[in-house]
């Protein structure tokens, strides 16, 4: 049986949302310049959407972050597969992710960018997902909030599935 997908997010409301991040993030960066740096393979439309809207300079970068685990929850076991390229010291830097939820990958990545010596680091989440939080990290910047669930759609994907949809979706088995 193919799995029950339910409405979360519509690319209405995800646009909304996003010029929303947007607005406080220029004017939180007003007068800045912003290396704003997406993990992959996920962040990749929240980001392309996200900058397009931004009123402040940019430069992106990606960094792509395995984790071994289940396909539906993190082992904390993080690795670098793709390292940062940009030249992030003395910039303010924003991360940018699809999703939080155990913290643990953004964890591992805000403490592999203190060696390049930012002069900020900020993270912007476009879902915060905050029942499984296993670390407290600071989500700067949350499009939305849900406590549970495995959402897909607008770059999330389950299997590399999905991932090209434009609205978001609670997949149930
Ligand atoms: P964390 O390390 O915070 O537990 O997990 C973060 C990563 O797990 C995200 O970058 C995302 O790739 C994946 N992830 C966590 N929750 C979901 C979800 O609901 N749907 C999808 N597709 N991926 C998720
Ligand atoms: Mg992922």
Do not use: W
């Not at 995800?14 to 310049?33: G, N, P, V, W």
């Not at 949350?142 to 389950?158: A, I, K, M, P, S």
Request: charge should be negative; aromatic fraction near 8%; glycine fraction near 6%.
């Amino acid at each position: 049986m193919p799995p029950t997908m339910v409405p979360v997010l519509s690319r209405a409301e995800i646009a909304q949302k996003i010029r929303t991040l947007a607005r406080r993030i220029s004017q939180d960066y007003a007068d800045e310049e912003l290396a704003v740096i997406g993990i992959l393979k996920g962040a990749f439309i929240f980001l392309a959407d996200l900058v397009r809207e931004l009123t402040v300079p940019v430069e992106i970068d990606f960094v792509r972050l395995a984790s071994y685990g289940s396909d539906t929850s993190s082992s904390g076991h993080v690795q670098i597969t793709k390292e940062l390229e940009l030249d992030i010291r003395d910039r303010h830097v924003l991360v940018v992710e699809d999703i939080v939820d155990s913290g643990l990958t953004i964890a591992y990545l805000l403490d592999y960018l203190e060696q390049f010596r930012p002069k900020s680091v900020r993270v912007c989440t476009l879902i915060d997902k905050t029942e499984r939080r296993e670390v407290n990290i600071a989500t700067h910047y949350v499009g939305h909030v849900v406590d549970h669930g495995f959402l897909v759609g607008y770059g999330l994907d389950f299997d590399e599935k999905y991932r090209a949809l434009p609205d978001i979706y609670h997949l149930e088995p």
